[in-house]
C-alpha cells in the first residue's frame, strides 16, 4: 500500500528550485532547388554534401528541407540522372517539398512556412539558394563557411541576417542595386534606405538566416513573388529588429558571369512594384496619401527611367 508523502513549508524552503531547462534553439535549413537545372550536377553534388552533413547533426540542427518546384520536376522526370539524383541524394538526406510556385519567393514563403511548422520559439531558420556555381573552389570554401550565417543570428541574439556575396563595383548585381534597388528605396523610403545601407549593400540577397519570431510575423504578413529580401529588411527597420550581415564570398549564380539586359530590366521594374505596393500599406490610412503617392510615383518613373539608360549603357 503506497503512503501519501507530505512535505512541511519548511522542508518546500529548504528544497533547493526546480531548473527549468530552455530546450537548444535548432537551425532549420531550406534549400531552394534550382528554376532550371543546370546541365551537370557538381554544384548541386557540392551542396548537398553539406546538406547530408547538415541532416547527420541531429542536435544542432533540424532535418533539412528542399523546396522543390514542380514546373522543374515535370521538365526534368524522363531524364536519369535527375531520377537518381532525386532518389539517392534529395529524399535521403532531406524531406522534399514539392510546390507549383510563381516565383522564387514563392518557394521561400512555402519552405520557410513548412520548416516554421516545426519549429519552435528562438529557433533559427536558414534559407540557401541552389543555384550557385558551389563546385568550384571558391563554391566548396563558401560552403565551409556558410553555417556561420545563421550561428550570427544565435551569437549575437539579432532577427535577421543576411550574406553578402563578393563583387567588384562593374558586377551587374551591384551596378543593379546601386542604380536601381537603393535609388529606388531612397525615393520611397528614405530613412529606413540609409539605415539598411549601413547593414548591407545587397538588399536582395538569396542567402540569409532569421529568427523564429521575426519569421512568424513576416509570414503573416503580404509575402511577395519576388523581392522579398528588401520587404523582410523594411519590416525590420519599421519594427527596430536586429539586422546583421555575414560576408558569404566570392560566388556567382550567373552562368556567363553577367545578368543580360532585360533581366537587368526586370529585376529594377519588379523593385519598383514592390516598394509602391509597400509604400501604400504603410500610408493609405493618411488623409493626403494619394497626393504624396503621386509626387512618389513621378519621382520614382525617373529613377527608373536612369537606371535602365545606366543599365543599357554598362550592360547592353
Given at each position: 500500500?503506497?503512503?501519501?508523502?507530505?512535505?512541511?513549508?519548511?522542508?518546500?524552503?529548504?528544497?533547493?528550485?526546480?531548473?527549468?531547462?530552455?530546450?537548444?534553439?535548432?537551425?532549420?535549413?531550406?534549400?531552394?532547388?534550382?528554376?532550371?537545372?543546370?546541365?551537370?550536377?557538381?554544384?548541386?553534388?557540392?551542396?548537398?554534401?553539406?546538406v547530408r552533413r547538415?541532416?547527420?547533426?541531429?542536435?544542432?540542427?533540424?532535418?533539412?528541407?528542399?523546396?522543390?518546384?514542380?514546373?522543374?520536376?515535370?521538365?526534368?522526370?524522363g531524364q536519369k540522372?535527375?531520377?537518381?539524383?532525386?532518389?539517392?541524394?534529395?529524399?535521403?538526406?532531406?524531406?522534399?517539398?514539392?510546390?507549383?510556385?510563381?516565383?522564387?519567393?514563392?518557394?521561400?514563403?512555402?519552405?520557410?512556412?513548412?520548416?516554421?511548422?516545426?519549429?519552435?520559439?528562438h529557433d533559427v531558420?536558414?534559407?540557401?539558394?541552389?543555384?550557385?556555381?558551389?563546385?568550384?573552389?571558391?563554391?566548396?570554401?563558401?560552403?565551409?563557411?556558410?553555417?556561420?550565417?545563421?550561428?550570427?543570428?544565435?551569437?549575437?541574439?539579432?532577427?535577421?541576417?543576411?550574406?553578402?556575396?563578393?563583387?567588384?563595383?562593374?558586377?551587374?548585381?551591384?551596378?543593379?542595386?546601386?542604380?536601381?534597388?537603393?535609388?529606388?528605396?531612397?525615393?520611397?523610403?528614405?530613412?529606413?534606405?540609409?539605415?539598411?545601407?549601413?547593414?548591407?549593400?545587397?538588399?536582395?540577397?538569396?542567402?540569409?538566416?532569421?529568427?523564429?519570431?521575426?519569421?512568424?510575423?513576416?509570414?503573416?504578413?503580404?509575402?511577395?513573388?519576388?523581392?522579398?529580401?528588401?520587404?523582410?529588411?523594411?519590416?525590420?527597420?519599421?519594427?527596430?529588429?536586429?539586422?546583421?550581415?555575414?560576408?558569404?564570398?566570392?560566388?556567382?549564380?550567373?552562368?556567363?558571369?553577367?545578368?543580360?539586359?532585360?533581366?537587368?530590366?526586370?529585376?529594377?521594374?519588379?523593385?519598383?512594384?514592390?516598394?509602391?505596393?509597400?509604400?501604400?500599406?504603410?500610408?493609405?490610412?493618411?488623409?493626403?496619401?494619394?497626393?504624396?503617392?503621386?509626387?512618389?510615383?513621378?519621382?520614382?518613373?525617373?529613377?527608373?527611367?536612369?537606371?535602365?539608360?545606366?543599365?543599357?549603357?554598362?550592360?547592353?
Amino acid at each position: 500500500m503506497r503512503k501519501n508523502a507530505t512535505m512541511s513549508a519548511g522542508d518546500r524552503a529548504k528544497r533547493p528550485p526546480r531548473l527549468s531547462r530552455t530546450p537548444t534553439p535548432k537551425v532549420h535549413p531550406v534549400v531552394i532547388y534550382p528554376f532550371q537545372q543546370p546541365d551537370e550536377y557538381s554544384n548541386l553534388q557540392a551542396l548537398y554534401r553539406l546538406v547530408r552533413r547538415l541532416s547527420t547533426d541531429k542536435d544542432r540542427y533540424a532535418r533539412p528541407i528542399t523546396v522543390l518546384d514542380r514546373k522543374t520536376h515535370y521538365a526534368l522526370q524522363g531524364q536519369k540522372a535527375y531520377r537518381d539524383f532525386r532518389r539517392n541524394t534529395l529524399t535521403r538526406c532531406s524531406d522534399v517539398l514539392d510546390v507549383w510556385a510563381v516565383d522564387t519567393c514563392q518557394m521561400w514563403y512555402c519552405g520557410l512556412g513548412a520548416a516554421f511548422e516545426r519549429g519552435r520559439e528562438h529557433d533559427v531558420y536558414w534559407l540557401i539558394p541552389g543555384d550557385f556555381n558551389y563546385g568550384t573552389k571558391t563554391g566548396q570554401h563558401v560552403l565551409s563557411r556558410l553555417h556561420d550565417l545563421p550561428e550570427i543570428i544565435l551569437e549575437l541574439d539579432q532577427d535577421l541576417c543576411i550574406g553578402e556575396i563578393a563583387t567588384d563595383h562593374n558586377d551587374s548585381k551591384q551596378l543593379i542595386d546601386t542604380y536601381g534597388t537603393f535609388a529606388l528605396l531612397y525615393n520611397w523610403f528614405p530613412v529606413e534606405a540609409q539605415e539598411i545601407r549601413g547593414y548591407t549593400e545587397r538588399p536582395r540577397s538569396e542567402f540569409l538566416a532569421i529568427r523564429h519570431g521575426f519569421l512568424e510575423e513576416a509570414l503573416r504578413h503580404r509575402w511577395y513573388p519576388y523581392e522579398q529580401t528588401v520587404v523582410m529588411l523594411l519590416e525590420a527597420v519599421f519594427d527596430k529588429r536586429g539586422i546583421s550581415r555575414f560576408s558569404v564570398g566570392n560566388i556567382s549564380d550567373l552562368p556567363e558571369g553577367r545578368e543580360s539586359l532585360a533581366s537587368a530590366m526586370q529585376q529594377v521594374e519588379r523593385t519598383e512594384r514592390v516598394l509602391k505596393a509597400v509604400w501604400r500599406e504603410h500610408h493609405q490610412t493618411n488623409p493626403d496619401w494619394i497626393e504624396q503617392y503621386r509626387r512618389l510615383a513621378a519621382t520614382s518613373n525617373q529613377i527608373r527611367h536612369t537606371a535602365l539608360t545606366i543599365l543599357q549603357n554598362l550592360l547592353g
